[in-house]
């Protein structure tokens, strides 16, 4: 039985880390300019053209879709009514935080779907709510390469994974940065999202390393002493904590409840102020080797909660295949 993976983005990294977990083919689709709101209609329609064409040519019984938008269960929804396949709807935070008012849609797909996936406790709330087949399933472990011999300097070094997007506090970390001149801060991400203003104030033992390969991003976070990811959003589970756990370096982040509840071992909790994200980078300094050592026990934690949570949706997987009459073969999954 075929499984397939649908993405309105170019490129998730969470969406790859589940397709290669329940071994589902990937599509990433993206079309047009993304800040251009008059154009989001039209993206939309050629969208949902090139996923129904995606679908009919692979024909999978099963269908990944990664919400927001919902709109993608449009098309989705629409193949698996014509060759009586079902879909997952794999919703992160955004459908919940910055789609409210598409919510009883995202509600009403999820009575049709085999299973919605949400991420952390606040989400599993709401779907718990719509009396509809949910499992969370937060972080997804993966075995990075070595990656490149990145160049840090000498010193204590900080990786602050960021997108460089308006809930991270660059001008905090600029001040924590001022606050430490013997600490290193290595930013990523498209820095020219920035204002002028913003990036005039940055201090010199900041580098923007602007998009870089994965292999060379891999080879920063173990060069670093620690990954660091901020947002003043809450509610949100953040991507750099997942890649702080599996590569086993202490973690700083923001003190919001549900990245506090997630990452309970191994990590510092800091305001998104400057001084308390130095203070931050200081408990780390202070405290790294046994900071090392419970980022390890929190990677085995979250790998025992993914295996429980990802089995649970391989076996619904499995009935489902065991149900259709076409279908002569075992399961899709081995016990």
């Known amino acids: ?21 329940f071994g589902t083919s990937m599509h990433h689709i993206s079309w047009g300019a993304r800040d251009k709101k008059w154009l989001v209609p039209i993206r939309y329609l050629v969208q949902s053209l090139q996923t129904l064409a995606a679908l009919f040519k692979e024909r999978p019984s099963v269908v990944f879709v990664q919400n927001p938008p919902i709109v993608v269960l449009l098309p989705v929804g629409l193949y698996c009514f014509l060759f009586r396949a079902k879909f997952i709807i794999d ?28 991420h952390n406790r606040f989400q599993a709330e709401i779907v718990k709510d719509w009396n509809v087949p949910y499992t969370t399933l937060g972080f997804a472990d993966n075995e990075y390469p070595q990656g490149s011999d990145y160049p840090v300097k000498d010193g204590f070094n900080v990786a602050f994974s960021c997108a460089c997007a308006p809930d991270e506090p660059m001008l905090e970390v600029f001040g924590a940065a001022k606050m430490m001149p013997n600490v290193n801060f290595y930013i990523t991400g498209d820095y020219t999202r920035l204002e002028q ?46 890649e702080a756990v599996s590569l086993e370096r202490p973690f700083i982040v923001s003190d919001w409840t549900v990245l506090q509840e997630y990452f309970s071992m191994g990590s510092v909790y800091v305001d998104n102020k400057a001084a308390g994200i130095a203070a931050g980078v200081q408990q780390v300094m202070d405290n790294q080797e ?13 790998n025992d909660d993914f295996e429980a949570s990802s089995n649970q949706v391989k076996r619904l997987i499995n009935e489902f295949a065991q149900s259709k009459r076409t279908t002569n073969a075992g399961p899709v999954y081995s016990e």
């Open 1 to 21: 039985m075929k499984l397939s993976f649908v993405a309105w983005i170019n490129y998730s990294r969470r969406s790859e880390l589940l397709s290669e977990c």
């Open 91 to 118: 919703s992160h935070t955004g459908a919940f935080t910055d789609f409210r008012r598409t919510l009883w849609l995202h509600k009403l797909y999820s009575r049709f779907a085999l299973v919605t996936i949400v």
């Open 197 to 242: 203003s913003v990036l005039d104030q940055k201090p010199d033992n900041c580098e923007f390393t602007g998009f870089v390969s994965f292999d060379d991003y891999v080879g920063l976070l173990r060069k670093s002493d620690a990954v660091m990811a901020l947002t003043t959003r809450d509610e949100t589970l953040l991507s750099g904590g997942f």
């Open 290 to 302: 046994q900071l090392n050592a419970d980022i390890t026990r929190l990677r085995v934690k979250l």
